[in-house]
């Protein structure tokens, strides 16, 4: 599970971000697959982006002039979410592999959770509310409307958006300035915490993995616990990365799908599924 794991991990950020003349030249892809988004963040400015991040999408449809209700990007969370849930976070985003590997660095000792979890788990929320929905709809910049969250906070735009091209351009480096430092920082302080706690800006930050577990409970993709098999040994607690307990992996918003308790388990009683009816049940 791990090793497929990560297989599918390394290729789907070389898919969606595989538009190497856009590495080479720094300049972004602006064809027509740019209107379709991908399940995962994946920023719009990456120079190897062949498609749009559903979060930029969203404020990018709240920026509009006056009220519109962004059909569109519901509907990109709705598809993906209703199919996946969390399992996105998991398998499908570039910026989660990036903590992942960050993770896996042999030094300090490793935590999966911050103190106070119980509190700043729900930091997602925040960000989603105040910086991708409140903010691109009039707050930030005085009245103007402006996509907050992809300017004053996403790590991945700038890992793989704004590093890149000002690496490539260098009219864009003399334009550089307190912005960008402040987002450098964010990305730098995000990927050392990551090297002792799991997944720090999913599990805090991230707003698209707040809309995405909201699905958990109901999406196509579960991992199914079997109860009557179970010996509550709790291997499964111990391996799960959130430090869930059986009852709350799965369903629980917290999980990504990451398949960590499925390998863990010794009597074989979590497993990847669709929606059962024994699952609905339960």
């Not at 297989?7 to 027509?32: C, D, E, H, P, W």
């Not at 103190?115 to 930030?140: D, R």
């Not at 987002?183 to 698209?208: A, D, H, M, N």
């Not at 917290?254 to 497993?271: H, M, S």
């Amino acid at each position: 599970m791990k090793r497929l794991r990560l297989t599918v991990q390394l290729l789907f950020t070389i898919i969606t971000n595989g538009y190497v003349y856009g590495f080479a030249n720094g300049k972004i892809y602006r064809g027509s697959l740019k209107y379709a988004c991908v399940p995962g963040l994946n920023c719009y400015s990456c120079p190897g982006a062949v498609a749009s991040c559903p979060i930029g999408a969203l404020q990018a449809l709240l920026n509009q002039r006056g009220f519109h209700i962004p059909f569109a990007a519901l509907g990109v969370f709705f598809l993906f979410g209703s199919l996946l849930g969390r399992f996105v976070c998991g398998w499908l985003c570039p910026f989660g592999l990036v903590q992942d590997l960050s993770h896996k660095i042999p030094i300090l000792k490793k935590k999966k959770r911050l103190p106070y979890h119980h509190i700043l788990k729900y930091g997602k929320y925040v960000a989603l509310i105040l910086l991708v929905c409140v903010g691109s709809m009039f707050l930030f910049g005085g009245l103007a409307k402006v996509p907050a969250f992809c300017k004053y906070l996403c790590p991945s735009g700038t890992l793989f958006g704004a590093i890149p091209l000002l690496s490539a351009n260098e009219a864009l480096q003399d334009q550089a300035g307190g912005l960008f430092l402040w987002k450098f920082g964010i990305l730098l302080g995000i990927v050392l915490l990551s090297i002792k706690i799991y997944r720090p800006f999913c599990q805090y930050l991230c707003p698209l993995g707040a809309i995405y577990g909201w699905f958990n409970r109901f999406s196509l993709v579960q991992i199914q616990w079997e109860k009557e098999l179970c010996v509550s040994c709790m291997a499964c607690e111990k391996a799960c990365p959130v430090d869930l307990s059986p009852q709350e992996i799965s369903r629980s918003p917290e999980c990504i799908r990451c398949g960590k308790c499925v390998d863990a388990c010794p009597r074989k009683c979590l497993r990847f599924c669709g929606i059962s009816t024994k699952h609905t049940k339960n």
